[in-house]
Antibody, heavy 119, light 108 residues
Framework: QVTLRESGPALVRPTQTLTLTCTFS??????????VTWIRQPPGKALEWLAL???????YYTPSLRTRLTISKDTSKSQVVLTLTNVDPVDTATYYC???????????WGLGTLVTVSS | DIQMTQSPSSLSASVGDRVSITCRPS??????LNWYQQKPGRAPKLLIL???NLQSGVPSRFSGSGTGTDFTLTISSLQPEDVATYYC??????????FGQGTKLEIK
């Protein structure tokens, strides 16, 4: 059974660094074709694709946030970590992680975690 | 970046109606277009991969068509449980894979 769960702070102050962890089970990021992606959704707004890490440790980022985002994996812990530096209130969103079969097929998602950026 | 434009942004239809949602990428993406359904308070769910490949468990009233820069998601007979926001997403070439702005579907 595939599951993913996002964890991290619910509240972050502006200019701080946000660190989110996706803990997954039921698959391995060492398996060819497996990926984990992060997608966010500001309240009442559309989905925004953020980053992806694949089985080969290739990493991809959305260009608009490329300088602020880092994605990494710890396969021994079945975790993927996303960091976003210098956060701003516009970064307030529900952050989802999802499993990718290949880069494009996001078949299992976490429940999401709401992060609010506010002073 | 490939920009994805969906229309309409919202839609109200009656149970049993045929409903169509359009997605237009800013460049030719061949068949690499996916559709997601998101119900309120829930994570998105993948409905259709690569234009027309219905995912396991998705009702057959959902279908997708198109190629290049013009794609359509069709619900052949709208059901109450189809109330949701629908998003298109391209998966052309390597990531990043941008989403459309969403289409909110309601029942009249």
């Amino acid at each position: 059974q595939v599951t993913l769960r996002e964890s991290g702070p619910a509240l972050v102050r502006p200019t701080q660094t946000l660190t989110l962890t996706c803990t997954f089970s039921g698959f391995s990021l060492n398996t060819d074709g497996m990926c984990v992606t992060w997608i966010r959704q500001p309240p009442g707004k559309a989905l925004e694709w953020l980053a992806l890490i694949d089985w080969d440790d290739e990493r991809y980022y959305t260009p608009s946030l490329r300088t602020r985002l880092t994605i990494s994996k710890d396969t021994s812990k079945s975790q993927v970590v996303l960091t976003l530096t210098n956060v701003d209130p516009v970064d307030t969103a529900t952050y989802y992680c999802a499993r990718g079969v290949g880069w494009e097929r996001y078949d299992y998602w976490g429940l999401g975690t709401l992060v609010t950026v506010s002073s | 970046d490939i920009q994805m434009t969906q229309s309409p942004s919202s839609l109200s239809a009656s149970v049993g109606d045929r409903v169509s949602i359009t997605c237009r990428p800013s460049q030719d993406i061949a068949i690499y277009l996916n559709w997601y359904q998101q119900k309120p308070g829930r994570a998105p769910k993948l409905l259709i991969l690569a234009t027309s490949n219905l995912q396991s468990g998705v009702p057959s009233r959902f279908s997708g068509s198109g190629t290049g820069t013009d794609f359509t998601l069709t619900i052949s007979s709208l059901q109450p449980e189809d109330v949701a926001t629908y998003y298109c997403q391209h998966s052309y070439s390597a990531p990043p894979y941008t989403f459309g702005q969403g289409t909110k579907l309601e029942i009249k």
